[in-house]
């Protein structure tokens, strides 16, 4: 049986940059759940599932746009420590939540100097081309 949309997947995987960096993997736990189909995931991954037999183990290389999309350099600023909380001792890779116009944003500190910080809110992947092995291990039919 063919996953398709609708069926509820379990698969493990493994993600790399184009180095070779593992950013995740699911094998040292349990497999990731879905709903294939139901944007959950990005949508190269989903891509890649589909059509796929239990047992299958596939390698997919996602471009940007099928999985975290390009760079915003609108994402960035450049903001004064002083705009900082006090407690907040600001390090390269901090992750912080910031107020914009409709709720919060997540943002990661990218520079750090005497006098101000940089702020980045692109997801950490966006702009990467990713590699997956991803191995469906059990297919429930919708």
């Known amino acids: 049986m063919a996953a398709k949309k609708g069926d509820t997947v379990f698969v493990h995987y493994v993600g790399t940059l184009n180095d ?5 993997s699911s ?9 294939l189909g139901s944007g959950m995931l990005i949508p190269g991954f989903e891509k890649a599932v589909s059509g796929r037999e239990e047992g299958d183990k596939v390698t997919t290389v996602i471009p940007p746009e ?8 609108e994402l960035t600023a450049v903001v004064a420590r002083t705009e900082l909380p006090d ?8 992750m912080l939540q910031v107020g914009v116009e ?6 990661t500190i990218t520079r750090v ?3 101000e910080i940089e702020i980045d809110g692109n997801h950490p992947l966006a702009g990467q081309e990713l590699t997956f092995v ?5 297919i429930k039919a919708a």
């Open 102 to 107: 409709d709720g919060t944003m997540d943002v």
């Open 20 to 24: 070779g960096t593992e950013f995740d």
């Open 66 to 73: 099928d999985a975290y999309g390009e760079k915003n350099d």
């Open 113 to 115: 100097d005497d006098n």
């Open 134 to 138: 991803i191995e469906l291990v059990k």
């Open 27 to 35: 094998y040292d736990r349990e497999p990731l759940e879905f709903v």
């Open 87 to 94: 407690h907040i001792s600001p390090e390269i890779g901090m």
